[in-house]
């Protein structure tokens, strides 16, 4: 079980954020959910342009995923660094995956992590699991394992499954934590009971070097674990 990148494509907040005012936001998102984009960007440009955080982290999604205007990654880097500067976690939090993967601005991946650790820090569980997945690789940051395994730990205590599955490669493999596919089948039990289909694969792949008591005490360990938090809405 080799760990490997979980992000093939970018991994984005996709959806328009809650609104933070009545009234003009509030017509921009029912706009947006019924696929009216010109009306959508037609209200949320001129909020982004009074500074509104919220308004400019969406306006950098129309820009990424071409609602209502042309795709232009640049432009979605500009306005999602607006509101990152402004504290916004998700676009903190995407800014750092459009440096990572050279998405409208240079690949840095030194920069990526420094926007991912700020939406990290903020409880993002995206950005938590990012963040883990910059250590484990050595990517923008020194590798270390033991960080990993933090930042891991704490997106999979938010049910994040993607990190419940790099929990369990960490723990079979024995990076950042001594070797227990006690502990690593329970994290791929819980994240294949998501739907996270590699989960399944490795599940099969420790249950074969493990012991029927060993397997047993994996499988109460699942049943008995609730997360500790519950994430971001994005």
């Known amino acids: 079980m080799k760990l490997k990148r979980a992000i093939a494509a970018i991994v984005l907040a996709s959806a328009f954020a809650a609104p933070v005012a009545a009234g003009t936001f509030e017509d921009a998102v029912d706009a947006n959910a019924r696929g009216d984009y010109a009306k959508a960007l037609r209200l949320i440009r001129?909020?982004?342009?009074?500074g509104d955080a919220a308004a400019q982290f969406n306006l950098g999604l129309m820009y990424f995923t071409g609602h209502g205007v042309q795709p232009d990654d640049a432009a979605a880097a500009l306005w999602f660094r607006k509101a990152?500067?402004?504290g916004y976690v998700f676009a903190q939090s995407n800014l750092g995956v459009l440096y990572r993967d050279g998405r409208g601005v240079p690949r840095d991946y030194a920069e990526a992590a420094t926007w991912i650790?700020?939406?990290a820090d903020q409880g993002d569980a995206v950005a938590q699991f990012l963040l883990g997945d910059q250590y484990a690789k050595g990517e923008g940051v020194?590798?270390?394992?033991?960080?990993?395994?933090?930042?891991?730990?704490?997106a999979a205590e938010q049910d994040h499954p993607v990190a419940k599955l790099y929990l369990g490669v960490m723990y079979a493999e024995g990076r950042g934590v001594p070797q227990d596919y006690v502990r690593a089948y329970m994290w791929f039990s819980l994240s294949a009971a998501q739907?996270?289909?590699?989960?399944?694969?490795?599940?099969g792949m420790a249950e074969r070097k493990m012991t029927p008591a060993q397997i047993a005490e994996a499988q109460k360990l699942a049943r008995d674990w609730k997360p500790a938090t519950q994430p971001s809405p994005r």
């Open 84 to 86: 990152a500067e402004q």
């Open 117 to 119: 650790r700020k939406a």
């Open 46 to 50: 001129p909020l982004a342009n009074d």
């Open 195 to 203: 739907g996270e289909q590699r989960a399944v694969k490795t599940l």
């Open 142 to 154: 020194s590798q270390d394992y033991a960080e990993a395994m933090i930042w891991f730990r704490k």
